[in-house]
């Protein structure tokens, strides 16, 4: 376990397949979202933002919009990484 983020996982009640994996950092280490991506794709994981939201897009910037403070939370913690049969620990053959 890292303290500071967490697996995404299936709400009870729901069945997920995680062909999408995403960590999800605590708000007090938001900052570290960009070093994790950057050290996790020298690794080749191919890491990325979970998303660029819909109001964030240049054809919508100048449109309305509710509130969307957790979206804009959760787009700033998010990491999603792929799932892949072949993923194994580092160093291991």
Same mark, same amino acid.
């Given at each position: 376990?890292?303290?500071?983020?967490?697996? !995404?996982?299936?709400? &009870?009640?729901?069945?997920?397949?995680?062909?999408?994996?995403? /960590?999800? $950092?605590?708000?007090?280490?938001?900052?570290?979202?960009?070093?994790?991506? &950057?050290? %996790?794709?020298?690794?080749?994981?191919? %890491?990325?933002?979970?998303? %660029?939201?819909?109001?964030? $897009?240049?054809?919508?910037?100048?449109?309305?919009?509710?509130? !969307?403070?957790? &979206?804009?939370?959760?787009?700033?913690? /998010?990491?999603?990484?792929?799932?892949?049969?072949?993923?194994?620990? !580092?160093?291991? &053959?």
């Amino acid at each position: 376990m890292v303290s500071g983020v967490k697996l !995404v996982s299936e709400p &009870a009640n729901c069945f997920s397949n995680y062909w999408l994996q995403a /960590l999800l $950092l605590d708000k007090e280490d938001i900052e570290q979202r960009d070093f994790i991506l &950057a050290k %996790t794709n020298e690794a080749g994981f191919m %890491t990325r933002p979970v998303w %660029t939201l819909m109001h964030e $897009l240049e054809p919508f910037k100048n449109n309305p919009k509710m509130d !969307v403070k957790c &979206a804009i939370s959760l787009s700033k913690r /998010l990491i999603n990484f792929p799932s892949n049969s072949i993923i194994r620990e !580092v160093g291991s &053959a």
